[in-house]
């Protein structure tokens, strides 16, 4: 079974606008973290935002806000009044079990976002 | 604080030859991942790294993959007898012995291209 879903192969968007990134995933554990990452086209993996499983409010960070719904397993990502610079790869990571430095990540397939003018 | 370094950049090799990808982590970092991308694909955990110890090597493929950290140097993942199978992008993290909320830092990627 896939531990990180995204549903969503591509997504459009006009500038300015919100876009809303669909990501679900699947653990047992009662301590995890999620992560996204943006990969544009250069290739590198630039992370934008962490949530923990504990964490009571949702965590932003600028413009990225994550929609952690834990009960139905969900962490959208929210990126607000986007920009075209925003045009890229956008993946879903889960580290399962407590925090530690050395655990491993699952990513998803990701959600390839493009922006318009 | 210089950020996580991938060398070469590229790589191409031909069916048979051996890779060497090399990643050097962010200072004061002494965990160190592999993940490998396929085309159209998401990131695959492959190995992960500790200095002269592997600690989860459960992604790598049985034959032809390695990797070490030594305690001095780079860490180093090998691939020997490539077959085309093996072009991917290689991407190298690291992480600091403490917790960290930004989780893993990655490297920009080795993309390997095997003819």
């Known amino acids: 079974a896939q531990k990180i879903t995204q549903t969503q192969p591509g997504m459009f968007v006009q500038e300015k606008e919100a876009v809303t990134l669909d990501c679900t995933y699947d653990?047992?554990?009662?301590?995890?973290?999620l992560f996204w990452y943006k990969q544009p086209s250069s290739g590198e993996m630039i992370f934008l935002i962490y949530q923990g499983s504990y964490d009571e409010q949702n965590a932003t960070e600028g413009r990225y806000s994550l929609n952690f719904q834990k009960a139905r397993k969900s962490a959208n990502l929210v990126i607000s009044a986007s920009q075209l610079g925003d045009s890229a790869m956008y993946f879903c990571?889960?580290?399962?079990?407590?925090?530690?430095?050395?655990?491993?990540?699952?990513f998803g397939e990701g959600t390839q976002l493009t922006v318009n003018p | 604080n210089a950020g996580v370094m991938q060398n070469p950049r590229h790589l191409v090799r031909r069916r048979g030859q051996e890779a060497r990808l090399r990643c050097s982590p962010m200072k004061g970092h002494s965990h160190v991942y592999w993940y490998r991308q396929l085309p159209e694909e998401g990131l695959k955990f492959m190995v992960y790294l500790q200095k002269e110890n592997i600690i989860d090597e459960s992604g790598m493929p049985k034959e032809r993959f390695s990797a070490e950290f030594p305690k001095e140097g780079p860490s180093i993942l090998r691939i020997q007898q490539v077959v085309r199978g093996d072009s991917a992008a290689y991407f190298c993290a690291s992480s600091p012995p403490e917790r960290t909320k930004n989780g893993q830092y990655f490297g920009p990627g080795t993309r390997l291209l095997v003819l």
């Open positions: 653990t047992s554990d009662q301590s995890y973290g």
């Open positions: 990571a889960m580290r399962e079990g407590p925090w530690a430095s050395g655990s491993r990540l699952t």
